[in-house]
């Protein structure tokens, strides 16, 4: 294998998988994103060329690989999170194909679960929610708010942090209750974490100063979070 | 730590996290699902005592885990994909939460991205699909076909495998056009995998002899499949 796309996970260095950490301590090449942990850039082994993708175009992130993958070299791409959720692997990829590079994904814990996990709201939950869906929320206004606000579910909006209080507004015009739970997540699985917490319409006033990157997370899910963090701090205790 | 509720990922025993695999080599007691790798309950400590949650119903598991965790061993529950996307990880965090059972969660590289992925198809994909919807799919009958159908983005089915024809029927009934594209992935991950393509109105069908556990995928982003793994066919011959 020449190129290696790989997902670093949402954060905490240790939720990498197995396969992708092997990868990276094989890598000759490592292109990694602004997000990904440095302790996981260290473990790359001593020569091999790190590039920070910070100040690369898309296009040039695939020229990037496709020239290196076609010398044959070891080339491992890392992203935050999962490469084909909001991740933009498949434009990487289907450069590669193009040039006929062979390549292949490895899969990462995506920040979709992970990040309101870590905050005490599972996505799902019998007898709650059993849909989830997410979407990309910076293009707030073009976004088709109405389809979004009518699936049954837990709502999680990538890219959510700099527009909740739009969002909120517009889910809420299509229907969404302005009581439904909302949370916004900065920092997730990270020490930094922030996690603000508030009904639907009073969410943008709430998280107003959250950090970015944030996840906004909407759904009665969100409701389960007192009861789960409770044992965090049960546990902190102990 | 005592308990902690663990994502084993997709299939492939590499795809489990760093954290994951750490927890199961210092577990005292793991109970695991029946669609966990062999490899990963085999890296349980000699000793360990290994519990399938095969027969279990879903109070004797967390009975159990309550149990065990509240004499204070370091108990593994491994679980398929994420502990939050449809694995039901939220009741047993509960049911830690109710009796003051100090835990942690692990997330795991969910089948929701991971086994399309795996296929060959991305669910999101710039100016492709900018949202994806999971859920399960198992009571079919009941599911808010008509806010599904209407969601923008890819639509990821659980557990659809068995109604996959039924499903289809629905979301088109609902609206949801016959021509847009699906497949359903039969061990996605595994050496056994299979992959059936075709129209929504027609994968029904096409997919009656599909093993299960099957998820099913509808939406343009099935498209680039084709693109995608022909280099897949080309790396092999490389």
Redesign the interface.
């Known amino acids: 294998?020449t190129v290696s796309l790989v997902?670093a996970?949402?954060g905490?260095?240790?939720?990498?998988?197995?396969?992708g950490?092997?990868r990276v301590r094989e890598a000759e090449v490592l292109v990694y994103d602004r997000l990904v942990a440095s302790e996981l850039v260290d473990e790359a082994p001593p020569g091999c060329a790190r590039i920070s993708r910070e100040g690369l175009s898309q296009d040039d992130i695939s020229a990037l690989l496709v020239a290196h993958g076609r010398r044959g070299r070891s080339v491992v791409r890392l992203k935050g999170g999962?490469?084909?959720?909001?991740?933009?692997?498949?434009?990487e990829?289907?450069a590669?194909?193009r040039a006929?590079?062979?390549?292949?994904?490895?899969?990462?814990?995506?920040s979709?679960?992970?990040v309101?996990?870590?905050a005490g709201i599972?996505?799902?939950?019998?007898g709650v929610s059993?849909?989830?869906?997410?979407?990309?929320a910076n293009?707030v206004e073009t976004?088709?708010v109405?389809?979004?606000a009518?699936?049954?579910?837990t709502l999680v909006a990538f890219m959510g942090g700099a527009v909740v209080e739009r969002l909120a507004e517009r889910l809420i015009e299509h229907g969404k209750p302005a009581s439904t739970p909302a949370a916004v997540v900065s920092n997730g699985t990270l020490e930094e974490q922030v996690v603000v917490v508030a009904p639907l319409g009073a969410i943008g006033a709430a998280a107003r100063e959250a950090p970015t990157p944030a996840l906004v997370v909407v759904g009665e899910?969100v409701a389960?979070r007192e009861?789960?963090v409770?044992?965090a701090a049960?546990?902190l205790a102990?």
Chains 1, 2 share one sequence.
């Open positions: 294998m997902g996970g949402p905490d260095p240790e939720l990498i998988t197995l396969r950490l092997a999962d490469p084909f959720v909001f991740g933009r692997g498949g434009e990829a289907l590669l194909v006929r590079v062979p390549f292949e994904i490895v899969p990462g814990v995506s979709l679960a992970s309101p996990q870590a599972p996505v799902t939950h019998r059993q849909a989830v869906t997410a979407f990309a293009d976004l088709d109405a389809g979004l009518r699936v049954p579910g899910v389960l009861a789960l409770e044992t049960h546990a102990v």
